[in-house]
Every structure is written in C-alpha cells, then in structure tokens.
C-alpha cells in the first residue's frame, strides 16, 4: 500500500525470512561463517541459539543458499512428532524410499545406507532441527543415536540444532551430558545495538529500493529502544510507522511516529504526555492552554463502550475493500442522503447543542465518513487506517481557519471547546456567509458562525479523495505522472490548454506556477503541491461526487 509513497520496489519489513534482507551484522556473520565450517568439516552437533526474532530462521535461509557443493539437507522446521514420524520426515526431506517395514530400526536402517552411499559418491548429509527446544528428551536420545551412524575415520550425518536459549538449559541438564558432549560448535545470536539498528533500517531499505531517507535519526533511536534491537520487533514497529506515514502524507518517519507505531505493536499506550502532543488517532483533539496556545490532545466524554482517543491510533491496513463495509453507523445516522444535509430548523444555542447532543469522537467520525459514502468502526482500526483502506485519505492534528476550510471545500470534524472546558467534535457538513450547519446525532442544526468560531481553535479533521491513485507530495525534481497531471489541471484551472504532451519534471518553471496558485488561495507558499494545495486543486476542477462545504 504504502510501497508507490515512497518511492520502494517492495515492502522492506516484511516478517518472512528473505535471504535477500538477511543483514550480517559482527554476531549474524560470524555464525553464518560458523555454520558454513561447521557443515563442511566438523562433525557431531552445532549448536545455535537466539532470543524471538534475532534472524536465526532467516541465518538457516541464507545457508541453504551458500552451501558447499555436494551437500545436502533435510530440514525440520517443526519437530513436535514421534521418533518414528521424525525419522521417516528426515528420510522424506532425503528422498529415502520407506522401507516396508516401517519399524524405527528398519528406518535407521534404511537411513544409514542412504548416508553410506552418499559418503561413497562424496556428498554430505545435513540434518537442521528447527525450534529444537521442544526436542523432548526421548527424542533427543533419538537425534543422539543418529550421530552413531559413521565410518571408522568420520561421522555420516552433520547436525544443527536452531533454537531458542532455552535449548541450551536443555542441554545442560545432566540427563543430557551425552549430547552435550558431542556439541562441537555452539554459537548465540545477540539482539542488534544502536549503531547496527541504523545500519539494519538502511540495509532493508535499500534492497526495498529506497532512494532517499525515510527515518529521521530519532526514529531510529526510538526504534531501537522499543524493539530492544531484535531484528522481528524492528521489523514490525518500522513496517507499521510507515503505513501511518503514509495515512498521514509524510515522506520521513519522526521520533514520535515510531513511538505510536510501538504502542500499537506493543498493545500498550503511550505515555499520556506523548499522546497529548498528537500520535494517538488521526483526530485530533485541541485544548489551547491558557496564555502558552500550546495544542493538547486528550480524550474527553464517551460513553463506556467507546474507544478512547489514544485507542484511536493508525493500525495496519487489510487490503483495500471492494465497497465500504456497513456497520452499526446505518443506525445513528438519518435515512435521508447525507451527501446533502438539509438545514434543520432554528436550533437552540450552540451551548445547549453541545449539552445536549452526543459530541464523542466516534459519534463525529462516523458521521463524517458516512458524509463521504464510507464506514468507519470504532473497533476495526483508527480513522485514517480506515480511510486508506476505502480509497480515501485524511487530514489530521490540523490547525486552520474558517477561510482555509472555505478554501478546501470538505466537510470537516471540529473539536470545539466550551466555557467549562469541555471538549467537543462535532461534524461542519455546511458554510454559508454567516452561518454554518453542523450535524450532531445524525441530524443537522444552523448555528451563527461568530458563536462558531467563539468555541473552535482551528483544530479540525477532514478526509479528502486523491486525484489520482497513489498521489504523494509533490516536491520540485520530482518526475511521476502526478506531474503531469498538476501541469494540466494548474492549465485547465487558468482557462489554457496544453498543446502537446506535458512533462513529467517537477521543474523551476512548474514551481513558480504552484507558487503562485498557493498565493492566490492563500495557501502556504512552499511550492510543494501536498494535501491542501491538491484538496484545493481538485475543488477549483470540480469536486464531482466529493460532498462539499460551499453549496452550489
């Protein structure tokens, strides 16, 4: 999903032992280097452990790929079977006929001539035991006999034992001192330092096919002190910050997009300060502190099934839906099309709306994807997760004005505070000249804009649709289609129209062009085309079935 965004050939943090990714950091070299020697002249055991997700799956993917030649390998990923089932599997991974008696003695009968006519042509037999800390003790006596089958000058079978630290409490045991001894080799893989971090986040990038930057320096700090430098946690947490980056339009992943990252992982929160200062949900929730205009963002009234705000923090998509899913939302919300809020009758104050009507954040969301022909489940995933996954995008932690939110042209979630203190989202679904239509409870209220903007402190929240699938920021040198598009749409917007084919270089010519356009609608003028100038671009070309703020 979030592959095109940034620029990458595939996901880089993918789960699943890819050779290709294996990053040989000191420990990661040194015992492939181990293994390799190992297989090629020792005999016995070797012996190679690690905590969850240091690599050692991924370690055994990259020695099969650079085995010795003449070697071959039966691989048991899962040894939780009966002596008889595990050596008929190591006879199965050897391509060993079964014998007709299908006895324990005649199948180590039937395996030790497999080895000795190997032995004879020069090949050589390895045996890898996956997960072998749940070896139970019969069956560990049972991989000891193996290594009995041998010529009178060198051992037939060469064994791997790949598990957790536990194994080697196992093999500590003094019930287990005769396998013990046959260890040759033993070798334990140590979760990545700081350094290593950086250097494992750039390498995965690369092999992705990164060409730029993506974590900021605290990112990477943050993700080493969150995933303790185990390779699978950094895995997961770097794979779910860039699907949030994404959700939020950033091209470079910060300190605290990590952070939310590994709170969502982890299934804990944050520290309440960090999700005051915006990581929680995509919505965010404003209090400007007295005299310092500093932006908090906390939860406030619910009721008790509901999420709070912090629980709204972006999750990993599923996969783009054919049509969005319905849900509870059918039952809150009005049967007629809310595309099109009609305006209600004169409403009490907007004081008493805000006393009266239910102004949760869950309630102001799932009147606004509605708005957008959309569904949105408190439990399902956090708002712009949602929004991505229905071909939408969303503009969160914003801080703006009437005029700006004129300008987008959306309807918008306002976070509104009243002379209590409290805190309240309500939905703005209507701006006229001097009034605005707000939908609370499913049902739309006229209120003055002046005792509007008397409550609201610019933070909003609005889901908008790309112009064109995968649409990023667009940023002078970039060369995409988007680009093309922008020249068109910059022409069409001026009255003019392109003769041949434009170009698809963001050039300097093209920047003074968006310059100005932000300027004439009182944009930020930084000449890069992100989600406001392309909201703005796209209204000025015609919203089609986008619902809009401005009536016609």
Known sequence: MYTEFFGLNEKPFSITPDPRYLYLSRRHADALAHLVYGISESGGFIQLTGEVGTGKTTLIRTLLEQLPERAEIALILNPQLSVKEFLQSICDE?????????????????????????????????????????????LLEQVRLLTNLETPTEKLLQIILIGQPELREVLQRPEMRQIAQRVTGRYHLEPLG??????YVKHRLRVAGCQMPI?????????????????????????????????????????????????????????????????????????????????????????????SVGALAERTAAGLPERPRETRVAAALPAETPAAPAPAAPAPSLADLLAQQDTSSTAALRQLFTLWGASYDAYRGAPCMQAVEQSLRCMSDQRGSISELRTMNRPAILTLRDEAGRQHDVVLARLRDESAVLMLGGRSFDVDIAELIRDWYGAHLLLWRP?????????????????????????????????????????????????????????????????????AITTDLGAGDAPTLLED
């Open 94 to 138: 050897l391509g060993t006929p079964k014998p007709e008696d299908d006895s324990v003695r005649a199948i180590v009968a039937r395996l030790n001539a497999h080895l000795l006519k190997a032995h004879s042509e020069g090949r050589r037999i390895v045996l890898i035991v996956d997960e072998a800390q749940t070896l139970g003790p019969e």
């Open 194 to 199: 700081r350094a290593e971090t950086e250097a």
């Open 215 to 307: 974590f900021t320096a605290g990112a990477v700090s943050e993700l080493f002190g969150r995933s303790g430098g185990i390779p699978r946690l950094i895995n997961v947490v770097a794979d779910r910050a860039l699907l949030a980056a994404y959700a939020r339009d950033r091209t470079r992943v910060d300190r605290r997009l990590v952070r939310q990252a590994a709170a969502e992982v982890f299934g804990r929160r944050a520290a309440a300060a960090f999700w005051r200062f915006g990581l929680g949900a995509a919505l965010g929730v404003a209090i400007v502190l007295a005299g310092a205009g500093v932006v908090h963002l906390t939860d406030r009234r619910t009721e008790a099934s509901e999420p």
């Open 467 to 535: 112009p064109l699938p995968g649409t990023r920021a667009l940023r002078p040198g970039t060369r995409s289609a988007e680009v093309a598009w922008l020249r068109r749409s910059l022409a069409r917007i001026r009255g003019e129209t392109l003769d041949a084919e434009p170009s698809t270089l963001y050039d300097g010519g093209l920047e003074a062009e968006v310059r100005q356009y932000q300027r004439e609608r009182r944009l930020d003028v930084d000449g890069i085309v992100g989600a406001k100038t392309q909201i």
